[in-house]
C-alpha cells in the first residue's frame, strides 16, 4: 500500500466526512466541511504528483484514483442538489457522463489500452473544480455572518439563483458534449474492447 494509495484511501474517507457535515445547517460545521473538501481535493493532486515522481504506479491506484476524484465530485454536486442551490437533473446528467467515461478508460487501460484524452475534456474538469470552488465558497460565507454582515448585497448577487442556474446549465451542456465528443473520438477501440470482451464471455 504505497503512500499515493493511501492518499486515495484518505479521499475517499473524507468525502462522507464532508457531505455530513456540509449538510448540517449548522455554520461552524459547514465551514469545517469546506476545509475537508480542499483537503481532499488536495490529496488528489499530491498522489498523482507522488505517484509521477517515484513511480508509485499501482494497477490497484489506476482504478481508484480517478474513481476517487469523481466520488469526491459527484458527492459535492448532490451536496448542493440537497441545499438548493442546484438542479438535480443536471447534477445527474454530469455524474453519469464522467462515471461512464471514467470508467470505460479505466477498463480499457486494465486491457492495455490508452484512451485519448482531449484538452476539450479536461477544460471540462477544470470548468467543473472552478465552479464548485465558488459554490463552496459562496455556501460558506453566506453560513458565517462575520463575513456575511456588511456584504449582503455582494452575496445576494452571487448567489442570484437565475445565474446559478446559467452557469451550470452551460458546464452540464459542455460536460454531456465532451462526454459525446470523447466516446465519438475512441469509438473505434470501445468497439475493439467490445468484441475482446465478448469473445472472453
Do not use: C
Amino acid at each position: 500500500m504505497t503512500l499515493p494509495n493511501q492518499l486515495t484511501i484518505l479521499r475517499i474517507i473524507l468525502t462522507p466526512i464532508f457531505l455530513y457535515l456540509f449538510l448540517s445547517k449548522e455554520p461552524l460545521l459547514i465551514q469545517i466541511s469546506l476545509g475537508v473538501f480542499f483537503i481532499a481535493a488536495l490529496t488528489d493532486w499530491y498522489d498523482g504528483w507522488l505517484a509521477r515522481k517515484f513511480n508509485y504506479i499501482t494497477d490497484w491506484g489506476k482504478f481508484w484514483d480517478p474513481l476517487a476524484d469523481k466520488i469526491l465530485t459527484s458527492t459535492a454536486f448532490l451536496g448542493f442538489v440537497f441545499v438548493g442551490l442546484l438542479e438535480l437533473w443536471m447534477v445527474i446528467l454530469i455524474i453519469f457522463r464522467d462515471l461512464i467515461v471514467t470508467l470505460l478508460r479505466i477498463y480499457a487501460e486494465s486491457r492495455g489500452y490508452n484512451f485519448v484524452t482531449s484538452y476539450y475534456a479536461k477544460w471540462k474538469t477544470v470548468f467543473q473544480m472552478v465552479f464548485l470552488y465558488y459554490l463552496l465558497l459562496l455556501y460558506g460565507g453566506l453560513n458565517t455572518i462575520e463575513v456575511y454582515t456588511g456584504n449582503e448585497n455582494l452575496f445576494n448577487q452571487l448567489s442570484n439563483k437565475d445565474l446559478i442556474y446559467l452557469i451550470m446549465f452551460v458546464i452540464t451542456l459542455i460536460t454531456v458534449h465532451s462526454g459525446v465528443t470523447y466516446l465519438l473520438k475512441n469509438k473505434h477501440l470501445i468497439k475493439k474492447l467490445f468484441n475482446e470482451t465478448n469473445k472472453l464471455v
